[in-house]
């Protein structure tokens, strides 16, 4: 009895206030979304809201019973769970109803009832990576020791994206390079995720904007522009040669400067002579420090010479890799083409909704777009516009403050772990959290593109809360074994 007193003790029960608290708003607002007014009450099982309500007691006997589980299982069993989760992801497609639900083959259909196993993909994930980087003797020293776990996250996210189309679960594996960078990643890895998004995101936008002078396209320009600052910048702090430096500088001053000039007489495309600079930076940054023994600016060298390719692969894999509907969401979010009326619809509208909620909202059950349903998914993806606009602006910043303490209550947790295997697993279900939340939140203001990804514990959906409730308690019961093994 004292030891069962004990470990009721070490439960972070304020963690679990948050929880309760966040699932009961998110039910209200479910109903407020789902509403209509014929109907007779609120807990009626055949609605959304009802439907939600037996999805919440799953959840919290679900919750209950990982609480009693010795916390040793999950150690255990990490490998054999991400194994089977990925036979499953597999075999998920051929379960799927023809033709797939919007697409997407990542539901199993048993009737009315659905199930989305890529939301549960995230726990075993988490799971098997904690495993692996909590080995005794593993340390974060170099690449290769970051081959293991980047495959881990890249299997499923990959048979998510690919095998079941369903890019908007399959983006929230990037999360995990959080939980790398946390165990030891270089930061140099973050900023080149980073610079692949900057270069997507300038190669498309301005990709096809003509020169003033010239041919070739600004976007070409500027990017090869920023990489061979880059590689200036990166060489300026490595490089204790000044003679060195400024002959590099003047080159790459020289070269472009014969290209204007030609110019005047024949056009240039600027393209390959930014190109071509970059290029030639990187070899020499890459062979001229072999000699040296310099790996920074050997790294540097690759880079730029990767980048180059990459660069000059958006545009392929812009028109031809990506979903038309993908295409004309990122078009719509980099101000491209407006569509009001099509694929921009939803935002627009959400956006409508949580403006017209002003400072208090218009009450419970009251808001007029809420009500007659001109927002889309608004049970679902785009539930925060009903918070807007039944709640107002002192509602959706409550929201916003009560997850920004929950998510500081996770990153609380996971710091106080004395276990590898714990404090990883609690890194990446904050980092889950955090992204699902961040993603969701900017997809509905409209400043991220729409990927679809739950608001957690607020979508309607037994799938993504019955996942994020397991990622939850099975971290909390970690976190209560590590107290007590303290005590």
Not at 178 to 198: D, E, K
Not at 281 to 294: C, D, E, P
Not at 346 to 360: C, D, E, K, P, T
Request: overall charge positive; some cysteine.
């Amino acid at each position: 009895m004292q030891r069962r007193n004990s470990y009721i003790h070490n439960i972070d029960w304020w963690t679990i206030i948050l929880y309760l608290g966040l699932c009961a708003f998110g039910w209200m607002n479910i109903s407020g979304a789902s509403y209509s007014y014929d109907q007779t009450s609120f807990f009626d099982f055949g609605s959304v809201a009802g439907k939600q309500l037996i999805w919440l007691g799953g959840a919290f006997l679900l919750g209950g019973l990982i609480l009693l589980i010795d916390h040793k299982i999950y150690d255990t069993v990490a490998y054999f769970l991400f194994a089977a989760m990925i036979l499953v992801l597999v075999v998920t497609r051929f379960l799927s109803p023809p033709g797939g639900i919007k697409g997407s083959y990542s539901w199993i259909a048993f009737g009315t009832f659905r199930l989305q196993p890529a939301e549960f993909a995230k726990l075993t994930t988490a799971l098997a990576v904690a495993k692996f980087m909590g080995q005794y003797d593993y340390h974060l020293r170099s690449w290769r020791d970051l081959f293991v776990p980047f495959l881990l996250i890249g299997i499923p996210a990959l048979i998510i994206m690919i095998w079941e189309h369903e890019t908007g679960s399959a983006l929230v594996f990037a999360c995990f390079l959080l939980v790398f960078y946390r165990q030891g990643m270089s930061g140099y890895v973050l900023l080149c995720c980073i610079a692949a998004i900057a270069l997507f995101i300038i190669a498309i936008r301005f990709g096809t904007m003509p020169l003033p002078i010239g041919t070739g396209s600004v976007g070409m320009l500027v990017c090869m522009i920023l990489l061979t600052a880059t590689g200036v910048f990166f060489q300026l702090q490595e490089n204790k040669y000044r003679m060195e430096k400024w002959i590099l500088l003047g080159a790459i001053a020289l070269v472009y400067s014969v290209g204007l000039l030609v110019n005047i007489w024949i056009p240039i495309n600027f393209n390959w002579v930014s190109i071509a600079v970059v290029v030639l930076l990187g070899i020499y940054f890459v062979v001229a420090n072999l000699y040296k023994r310099n790996p920074a600016l050997i790294m540097v060298g690759i880079f730029m010479l990767l980048s180059v390719i990459y660069t000059n692969g958006c545009d392929y894999a812009f028109n031809h890799i990506l979903q038309p509907h993908q295409r004309s969401r990122i078009e719509l979010i980099l101000g491209m083409k407006e569509d009001p009326h099509g694929v921009g619809y939803n935002v627009n509208q959400a956006r409508i909704a949580i403006g017209s909620g002003r400072l208090f909202g218009k009450g419970f059950h009251q808001g007029t777009q809420t009500q007659m349903k001109f927002v889309p998914e608004q049970a679902t993806d785009f539930i925060f516009s009903t918070v807007g606009e039944e709640w107002g602006f002192i509602g959706t910043a409550g929201v916003l403050i009560v997850y920004l303490i929950f998510i500081l209550r996770l990153i609380h947790i996971a710091e106080r772990q004395k276990d590898n295997f714990s404090r990883i697993f609690s890194y990446s279900v904050a980092s889950i959290f955090l992204f699902h939340l961040t993603i969701n939140i900017g997809m509905v203001l409209g400043v991220l593109p729409v990927i679809g990804i739950p608001l957690p514990f607020f979508s309607y959906g037994g799938s993504s809360l019955w996942g994020f409730t397991m990622l939850l308690f099975i971290m909390l019961r970690l976190d209560a074994a590590g107290a007590e093994q303290m005590r």
